[in-house]
Structure formats: structure tokens, C-alpha cells
């Protein structure tokens, strides 16, 4: 399981406010803490900065990887932006993310063509958001394809089918859970992914709900996620349902991870 | 989804010993508390009295009855005493549980055909456990066909794919997973049930292995469970995952088990 931390996202205030200042010792533990909480990548968002969103993640860049040895997950739909971070980014950053809307996919084919960078396809297009199996894999299905022509390997896709909260429609949830399997059957060697908080729009306990459904998605074969790695029974969730799930060869990293004493089990 | 509530089980001690005192009150109380967190059906077990289980399934049912207005699931292999507990039983109970096991399945088959009583359906044959998908399809083939042609409806069959521990063996918990899947797909209209606390057998944190466990089997299908009601945290699970899942309209029970403040969210 693939753990992409969420935190670096200038939506949030203190971040914004990180950024705005200059402040590093700030972004550098924000980036710290989530490596040592078991993120493989960190993710970085300067998207409510229009103007200067390039200048941000290159400061962003080079202050993340001055102290984690991670790749980052560079958060933004502007391709310039996006090269931008990436002349400056040491190993093989994620792309998060190329979409089949053919302003965004157009620009950003071109940068990830025949590279090694890792991307997450979001099931979006022209048409708007999905909300069956059958819409997701029909933008799934075209992405892919678009992504193969173009010399990336399917190791490196990370489709997201994009989650739509249950108070809206009750299928919603079990309509992106059931994307996420047929996903995982139809290419063989892909990824799943997604920020999943959506999910849980308009209800109470929301903490609770993304938890579970995070636990469902596993289930389903979902093998990447955006999340809050500082989110201790989040982390326990993931951990212990990849040992349930076949993917923890003798339990060594749930045992591990319970030895730790790090999560809330 | 249904819940079988598992606390009147002889191998527990108090439960054995409300028994041998023929203690009326302590037993109505587990039976009550269970009912009134949620179980549709009290689990009713006097597995450990060999001569006796007869005579304390009677007494069970009877005073389980007295208090609950809820039908038991009768727990024994034995086919004299499960016909001595349904001789008193008001309702529709469930039998728990025939298999392909050729004495068990002979004895019990003549008692559940041509009635409503539902039925638990064990994935277990006289070659032993199942351990693959296709183990258990194949004893579940085997045994829902001959249900079905002794009169019994299929949506009185509850199959149980038959837990097995992780800690034995990396994919016993996926290949119960898709097993619990095919069944689901491959009989249209039956239900799967378990108990799953053999899942986290030899794992530390097992309460919170099993509880994660559930959420897996709902997201794959899984509409009954036997369990401890009074675990809130699992209430919380369960009732969760069946909205996430689809199955619960307006996230109205959901919304209800939230204001009831009962469960542990």
C-alpha cells in the first residue's frame, strides 16, 4: 500500500500561511512527521496561490526533500507549474493528476510522455463528474489508453475513479468501490488511488466514515491512498486490512507496526 | 443486515453456569441487552453439556423467548436437540448449521425441508476445511443445491465461507473475501453469514483485527454476521459499512444508530 501524505495543501490555513512567510522549519516538519508516519510520498498543493503556484512548489520541492528521502506527489492541474517542481525534484515525483478534460490532458501528456514519472488518472472529463462503474471505466478505459500510447508504463498509473460523498446518492459509495475492482481486474499491473474524504459529506462523524471506507476500498483492492498520515487510527485501518487483505507476507508489517506502539490499534 | 447476537454460548462461563443454576435472570439479561443493541436473532449454544443439550436448548428457548420478542438461531450440530429447541420455539428460527458433512447433512436435511427456518449453510465437508474460493464454491454448490431441492427458499440459505486465521496463512482472508463475493453473485437472492474471530487467531489486537475484518466482508457482500452486539465499536462498524455500501436508504439507519448515541463511532 502506497501512502501519499496529504498534508502540504495550502487550503489549509497553516500551510498557506507557512508558505506566505517563507516559513521552512514549519513545511519541513509538516513533511518530517508524515515520512516518519509511514508516507511514501508527500504530497505539495499551492494551489490557492494563482499567480505564484509555480514559484510555490519549487520552494516547496526543495525545502520537502532537503530533509525527507521521499519523492513528492506534486499537486496541481497547471502543467507549467508542474514542470516547474519538477526541474528541481530529485527521484521520481508523482503527478497528481492528468484528467480525460482535453485542456489538462492535452498539456499534460506531453510532460509525462515516455518518462518514469508515477500518475494518478482521475475519472473526470468534459462531461463532468462520474457516478456509475460504467462511467468511471469508460474515462478509465480512454486515460489509460492515452497514457499507454505514450510510453508510460502501466506500473506507473494510478487511476483514481474519484469518490462522491453517500449523502448525495446512497450508490455512490458502492458505485466507486465496485470501479475500483473492476479497475484492478481490467489492467493488469495498475494502480487504484484516492483521497477519500468526500465520502463522508453532510453526515456526522465524518473521521469514522472516511476510516471505514478506507477499509472497503482496501478490500476492493485499492493499493494507494492520500491521506493523513498522523491519523493514528487511519494508519492501523490501512495497515491491518493490507495484512487481511493477503498483501502482508506473515503479517510482518502488521506486527511491526503493532510493535511500534505508533498507531491506534 | 442481519445480526445473530453470539453471547449465549455455553463455552462461555457465565453462560455455562446461568445454565447449570438454571439462572432464568441472568440468561433474560444477556438475551435482553443483546436484543436491544441490535440483534435479530439470539444465538442460542449448550454445546459443552453433551447428555444435557437437549433439555438446555429447551430451557433456553423458552426463556430467551420470555423476554425477547425475537427468534433464536439454534446452535448444534445435533439434529435431536435442534428438534427438541424448535418444538418450543415461537417464530421462524435459524439453524446453525448443516454442511456437506454427510451425517450432519443427512439428519438435518429432513428437518428443514419444506420450511421456512433459515438455515446457515457451512462451507465444511467431509474432506475437512476449505482453504481456496473454489474449495468453498464447490461444497457451497454442492450444499445450496441440495437445499434448494428439498424445498427450502434461497432466501433462507445464509452460506458461511468458514473463517480461517491469517496467521496460518497469508490469504485465508482474501480467499474468504472472494469467496463471500462469488457466493453473493453466483446465487441470486441468498445471503452469507460468519463469525469471524478465528480471522485474527495468533495476532495481537484480535478485537480490533475482527472489527476491521467485518468492514472487509460487508464491502464484498457479506448481509449477516454473528457477533458480540454489545462490542460498540462493531455496531458502529457495521452499521457504517452498510451505508457506504448502498444499503441503507437516506443514510437513515445510519443517521438513527448516530442520534442514539449507543455506538461507538
Known amino acids: 500500500m502506497k501512502i501519499i501524505g496529504e498534508l502540504i495543501n495550502a487550503s489549509r490555513k497553516m500551510i498557506a500561511t507557512a508558505i506566505e512567510n517563507q516559513d521552512r522549519e514549519a513545511i519541513q516538519k509538516v513533511a518530517l512527521d508524515q515520512f516518519e508516519n509511514g ?6 498543493n499551492a494551489g490557492i496561490f ?7 512548489l519549487k520552494w516547496l520541492v526543495k525545502n520537502v526533500q ?3 528521502d521521499a519523492p513528492c506527489c506534486i499537486d496541481s492541474p497547471d502543467p507549467q507549474a508542474i514542470e516547474a517542481a519538477l526541474s528541481l525534484h530529485k527521484g521520481t515525483a508523482m503527478i497528481n493528476s492528468i484528467s480525460l478534460e482535453k485542456d ?11 518518462t518514469d514519472l508515477k500518475v494518478v488518472a482521475l475519472c473526470m472529463s468534459d462531461e463532468g463528474m462520474p457516478q ?3 462511467d468511471r471505466m469508460k474515462i478509465a478505459d480512454e ?6 500510447q505514450k510510453n508510460v508504463l502501466v506500473d506507473n498509473i494510478y487511476v483514481d475513479p474519484l469518490v462522491q460523498p453517500i449523502a448525495t446518492k446512497d450508490d455512490f459509495g458502492i458505485e466507486f468501490l465496485n470501479a475500483v475492482e473492476q479497475i484492478m481486474t481490467t489492467f493488469e499491473g495498475i494502480h487504484t488511488i484516492c483521497g477519500l474524504s468526500n465520502i463522508s459529506y453532510g453526515l456526522p462523524e465524518r473521521k469514522f466514515l472516511n476510516q471505514t471506507f478506507m477499509i472497503m476500498a482496501i478490500a476492493k483492492g485499492l493499493d494507494a491512498a492520500i491521506v493523513n498520515p498522523l491519523d493514528k487510527r487511519m494508519m492501523a485501518n490501512i495497515i491491518a486490512a493490507g495484512a487481511l487483505a493477503g498483501r502482508d507476507s506473515f503479517c510482518a508489517n502488521y506486527l511491526k507496526a503493532f510493535r511500534a506502539k ?3 490499534f
Open 66 to 68: 532537503e530533509v525527507v
Open 132 to 134: 456509475t462503474v460504467e
Open 50 to 56: 494563482v499567480e505564484k503556484e509555480a514559484d510555490h
Open 39 to 44: 508516507a511514501d510520498f508527500i504530497d505539495i
Open 104 to 114: 489538462r490532458c492535452d498539456a499534460l501528456l506531453p510532460i509525462v510522455e515516455g
Open 143 to 148: 486515460l489509460v489508453n492515452k497514457l499507454l
Open 262 to 264: 505508533k498507531f491506534e
